[in-house]
């Protein structure tokens, strides 16, 4: 596709269940960032990732959180044992180049009950 | 380190200008400006990449100044389709490129 695409746009689940986030970047974008946005709130950063590693993953909230890239292209965002305050908007977004706009995608909107 | 942005909160009347600033504590690389409106992704403005560079688009224009850490958004003669969220993201100088953190956001309020 043209934009960065995430999924799923929605996700209901219970306090203590698992959840996978899934972002799709735009083609050939070698930077992916992970960010989180509660109610209200501005975007916290979570990782980002050049190519398939991690330089940072200092803004990932605790070790529940955790997140992959494979082939340089799609990553998932994995939350363990899910507690309510990791309600939020999860937003992914990509970038082309180290001096390049982010291009966001939609968020994929999480409620933990 | 997370830029501070100020005001948290502007209302104006359609045409009338404003001015949103951003300051960082540590020596920054780029300063990236983006709007959010309600329900709906963050959308590229621009990105400052040298001290004292102004950039410009339509009536949006930015300043950075590398020496102060800060930059500076400016909306002039404001239409109703400036209103949103306005997020300053920063990258720093020197091992921590590329880790672009943003402000708490500037909510803009645009009536006619």
């Known amino acids: 596709g043209a934009g960065v695409s995430q999924s799923p746009s929605n996700k209901v689940t219970e306090k203590g269940k698992d959840v996978e986030l899934r972002c799709d970047p735009i083609?050939?974008?070698?930077?992916l960032y992970w960010y989180r946005q509660s109610l209200g709130q501005g975007l916290e950063f979570l990782i980002y990732f050049q190519g398939n590693s991690a330089p940072d993953k200092s803004g990932l909230p605790s070790d529940r959180f955790s997140a992959e890239r494979t082939g340089g292209s799609v990553s998932t965002l994995t939350i363990q044992r899910t507690q309510q305050e990791d309600s939020a908007v999860y937003l992914c977004?990509?970038?082309?180049?180290?001096?390049?706009?982010?291009?966001f995608g939609e968020g994929s909107r999480l409620t933990v009950l | 380190q997370q830029p501070v942005q100020s005001p948290q909160a502007v209302i104006l009347r359609e045409g009338e200008d404003a001015v949103i600033n951003c300051s960082s504590s540590k020596a920054l690389y780029s300063v990236h400006w983006y709007r959010q409106k309600h329900g709906e992704a963050p959308v590229f403005l621009m990105i400052?990449?040298?001290?004292?560079e102004q950039k410009g688009h339509d009536k949006i224009s930015a300043s950075f100044n590398e020496k102060k850490q800060q930059s500076s958004l400016y909306l002039t003669a404001s239409q109703l389709s400036y209103s949103g969220t306005y997020f300053c993201g920063t990258e720093g100088s020197g091992g921590s490129n590329y880790k672009l953190t943003f402000g708490k956001g500037t909510l803009l309020t645009v009536n006619p």
């Open positions: 083609s050939g974008h070698t930077a």
């Open positions: 400052l990449l040298k001290g004292g």
């Open positions: 977004a990509s970038r082309g180049s180290n001096t390049g706009e982010l291009f």
